[in-house]
DNA sequence: CACTTGACCTGTCCGC
DNA sequence: TGCGGACAGGTCAAGT
């Protein structure tokens, strides 16, 4: 799924597309993909224009003139994909190949603009959802009241990491890496690279870590989602940004996806294991679980 | 309190 | 070629 990186990718691209396009209609294919506490969210949505994107965590949110927001959460499989009526049928068009022509049979909402332009929300797997809240709603979100802050902030320093982990001080260090409500926006993919750049075993508990390392794992934190932004996010099976384009982090990545090959630090041969009930990617040599 | 499991779903891959 | 089972990047609720 999209973490951080992919999320922010989305945005960005979505923040050059959608803003002064109004919403002309709405097509739910799959109910549950759109949810709002308002009957008629068609009546709701139809006639906005959309203000902004902005993202928190891995949760976009489109605003809208009329004081309303769309929350959208992406979950594993989620994808926003903006076309313009001209790449509707272009069947040459370089999307063409990644994804083909849309809707597709992923295709749960599709939001058509009065410029006949559409965004397209596909999901595979229909883990995630799209809610219509008052903007002045959304912090009230359990999500939003819970969630830890940005790993990227100027304002987040190494400091406010350690003392958020060590919350956490019996935990394993890669579960607590997951968990939203200690830092926002880590998933699988980010987490096994930045404990793979601290050379910390992913089960170690947080109270074994020394200032050094949490110090240095903040570092590598921050390092692989800022290079994960860089490379337009990682694309593993299901992500695309908002034109349909694939992420090439991946193609960066030292551990992900990685088992049978050599650790680019030491050469000693990538395992993938089971940790925190997620699939992990580690080196044994640079990896040593600290007791 | 911390961890695991199951649920939400579809699709793909692997072994028989 | 077909079929069963495991597995896939996230989050939440419930159980131990």
Redesign the pocket.
Known sequence: ???LP?VETIRTGLQKLLPGRQIASVLRIWQ?SLLSSQQDVDGFLCGACITGVRRR??VLLIDLSTNYTLVI?L??TGQLVFRSDAQQFGAGHPTASLIGDLPD??TRVVIKFSDNSNLFFND????GWMRLLPTTEVQNL??FKKVGPEPLAADFLAKDFASRLQR?A???TK?VL?D?TVVAGI???YADESLWAAEIHPSTRVQNLSQPKLKKLFVAVQDVLRQGIAKGG??????VDSEGNKGSFLEFAKVFRREGLPCPRCGTIIQKIRV????THICPQCQKELK
């Open positions: 799924m999209p973490e992919e549950k965590a891995k959460h979950k594993m049979r992923s595979q797997r229909k883990f359990d999500f956490r019996k935990s394993g579960a997951l939203q998933g699988n993919i990682s694309t593993d099976r299901n992500y925190a009930g997620r699939g």
